[in-house]
């Protein structure tokens, strides 16, 4: 009996000590100087961001946006492709038990690098469960069953909208055939924005991908659950937006830098370079006037602010350049 109640002090210290920090506030940068718009992005997993990565960038970076990001799960469902970075933690990750234990704490170091590139403020680890692979959303949201405490998840995203406030809150494009972990993350952010008072709502946005040649599709919302349905869009942030000397510069080189710090997750690699363009879709759940405020964001994104300085012949042969105009996505 003795035996039997010290082991089990030891697993409740060892549970205590994984999810006591949790949430958990981690500065990423300096608060901004600029006046774009405040900007919330509610992610399930660590490099979910990389959906939205473009937009980000250009509002942090170029217009001071003030960004902030909140990541539900610790991302330790992703042992099953961990396979290229078992050398580099010198951890055999995965195997799921040995995953499991230490992919929280390396995922969260590789979004806080890459949340940096990217040019934002602070981000919030939410600590919930990253049970597994489904896409059945009642696994999610129904309270008996699921992994997530959700009274916590909605308590504080609601209390960052109001501490923020934000103009903002961009989450995962709604779809029953992805990962019920994003759809949740969809739903639970459309409940609460609809739960806010009309004038202190933010404009609800989630992002679709595509290429400059490839026409723009809304995604489909999630049955039977009207507030995720698209009620105005598309506003396009085109990643392959030219500039800097001789127009050899694009959004997709910062882009690039964020999605290679999520090195214990190979697969997503795999999708650089497979988005030229970042449509954006006003949610059901946002206020009236909510595609006025995404397309005055997009507009002010849509002309790149960095200067370039003339050169004379001490750059080199290359130094004269007459700029190109861009495609429009």
């Avoid at 010290?6 to 300096?30: D, E, H, N, Q, S």
């Avoid at 250009?58 to 078992?86: M, P, R, W």
């Avoid at 050899?248 to 997503?268: K, N, V």
């Amino acid at each position: 009996m003795k035996l039997t109640l010290t082991l089990l002090a030891a697993f409740c210290c060892c549970a205590c000590a994984r999810v006591a920090p949790y949430p958990k506030r981690i500065p990423i940068g300096a608060s901004p100087e600029g006046g774009g718009p405040r900007i919330l992005a509610l992610i399930a997993h660590p490099d979910d961001e990389s959906a939205f990565a473009g937009a980000l960038f250009a509002s942090a970076v170029e217009h001071g946006s003030l960004v902030d990001v909140i990541c539900i799960t610790n991302g330790e469902g992703g042992f099953k492709y961990s396979t290229l970075a078992q050398k580099e933690h010198g951890l055999e990750l995965t195997i799921e038990e040995i995953g499991r234990q230490h992919l929280p704490r390396i995922r969260e170091a590789e979004l806080s690098r890459a949340l940096g590139w990217l040019g934002v403020h602070e981000l919030l680890m939410l600590g919930q469960l990253d049970h597994r692979y489904t896409t059945d959303l009642d696994e999610v949201m129904i309270p008996d069953q699921s992994p997530w405490d959700l009274d916590l998840v909605r308590e504080r995203l609601t209390d960052q909208l109001k501490q923020g406030p934000y103009d903002l809150l961009v989450t995962l494009a709604p779809s029953s055939t992805t990962h019920a972990h994003h759809q949740a993350a969809t739903l639970i952010a459309a409940q609460v924005v609809a739960g806010l008072p009309r004038d202190e709502r933010p404009v609800l946005l989630v992002p679709t991908g595509r290429s400059l040649e490839e026409q723009p599709t809304p995604p489909p919302g999630l049955e039977h659950q009207p507030l995720t349905t698209v009620a105005a869009g598309p506003f396009s942030f085109n990643r392959r937006t030219r500039f800097g000397h001789r127009d050899r510069l694009d959004y997709s080189i910062p882009i690039l830098w964020a999605m290679a710090e999520h090195r214990s997750q190979g697969t997503l690699q795999m999708m650089v370079g497979s988005h030229d363009v970042e449509d954006y879709w006003v949610l059901a759940a946002s206020a009236p006037d909510a595609a006025q405020t995404a397309r005055e964001w997009l507009d002010l994104l849509r002309v790149p602010t960095y200067e370039v300085p003339s050169y004379g012949e001490s750059a080199g042969t290359n130094a004269r350049w007459t700029p190109q105009p861009n495609k429009s996505p």
